[in-house]
Each structure stands twice: as C-alpha cells, then as structure tokens.
C-alpha cells in the first residue's frame, strides 16, 4: 500500500484531534496533533512573560523554542508540557501567536518534515492542512459541528481537567477564535475546494471515524 496523507481540517473542538487519534490507532497509521505544536510555542511565549500582541518580540524567539514530540506527549525545551497546553491561557491566546507570519512558516515547515520522514501513512488535524500544510493530501476531510454541541464538548473536556467554565463563555470563546481563524491573513481556517464536510454534531467518535475509515478503504481499493 502506498504511503497515504489524510487532512483533517476543522474549527475549535470539531473533534478533529479525538477522531483523528481514533482513526490512527484503528489503522495504524502515524498521527500528528499541528494545533499542539501551536499551543507548546504559544505557551512558551506565555512563560517569557512577553505580549502576545507584540509580533516582533515573539518572532525573535522563534527560534530558542524546541518542540519534541514522543509518545503522543509534547515536551518544550526538555519539559513534558501536554497538560499544560490544553490551559485556559493558552488556549485564548493560540489563535493569536499562530496567525503571526514566521510562526506558522517554522511550525509548517516542521511538521512537513515530520510528515515526509515518516514511511507510515500519516494523519494529521488542524485548521490548514488541506489548503496550505498538505494541499496535495490523499485525503481532505472538513469536520463541523453546532455551536451548542461543541461548547458542550468543551464543557466537559474542562471539566475532566478540573476547569470550571461556563458553556456560554466557552460558546462565545469559540465564536471568537472562529473569527481569528477564518480571518487571519496566512493560512486562514477554510473549507478544501476538495473536501468532504462531515458535521458530526449528532455522531459519537466512532461513527465519525468509521466514516473517514471507509474513505480511506475506498482510496486503498482504488
């Protein structure tokens, strides 16, 4: 079987990451979470005490920022930051730092690498594969859900980890960085001109990546 790239692009808690890990697992393919990678360099903007409003200063430390990933767990500079980067902080400031020019190019570039030195299929989720990390992937899929179906899936993904939200701050928190990502100048959040949308608002995990699974089995037979 040929190596094969499958695209799952989509806004804030879609349940990109979730399926995309399911699908990986049930075909063995190597998976990589591209918003992870964002959070770990935002995160670390964070920790240097700068302002992510300020496009220069972070630019000039793109580059003391190594991120490692092994075993599905992220580490930055050494230190194991999977939890941490899922924090409320970094998420209301990720869509922010990632929009920033030399950010996206080194982490793009980066995970191209990763990507292309693997002999496995590789699955990767974020908001831009399709349309700008791997335009030419053998497969594109744009997840979407309700508002009110995601805020819920953030609800509780906070609550697991002991944050305490509002479902109509975390419904609007979403609406705000939609906006952020569909806006912003490099890469913006977009549906593929080749995608299949899939809205799984009312489809569990597994009905979501039994769908994207027969896709692939269909592009294997072909």
Known sequence: MCKLIIAIDGPAASGKS?????????????????????????LFVLEKKLNP???LAINKILKQAQILIKDQRFFLNGQDVSEKIRGN?????????????A???AMVEQQRKIVNQS????????????????PNASLKIYLTASYDERAKRRYLENKARGLNLSLEFIKADLMRRDQADSTRHIAPL???????????????????ADFIIEKIKELEND
């Open 103 to 105: 950010v996206r190019e």
């Open 89 to 101: 902080e970094v998420t209301t400031w990720v869509s922010k730092v990632c929009a920033y020019e």
């Open 190 to 208: 977009k549906i593929a001109d080749d995608a299949i949308v899939l809205d799984n608002s009312e489809l569990s995990i597994a009905q979501t």
């Open 119 to 134: 002999s496995n299929s590789v699955i990767l989720d974020g908001r831009d594969i399709g349309t700008y990390v791997f």
């Open 53 to 55: 409003n300020d496009e």
């Open 18 to 42: 979730t399926v995309a890990k399911e699908v990986a697992r049930r075909l063995g393919f190597d998976y990589l979470d591209t918003g992870a990678m964002y959070r770990c360099f935002t």
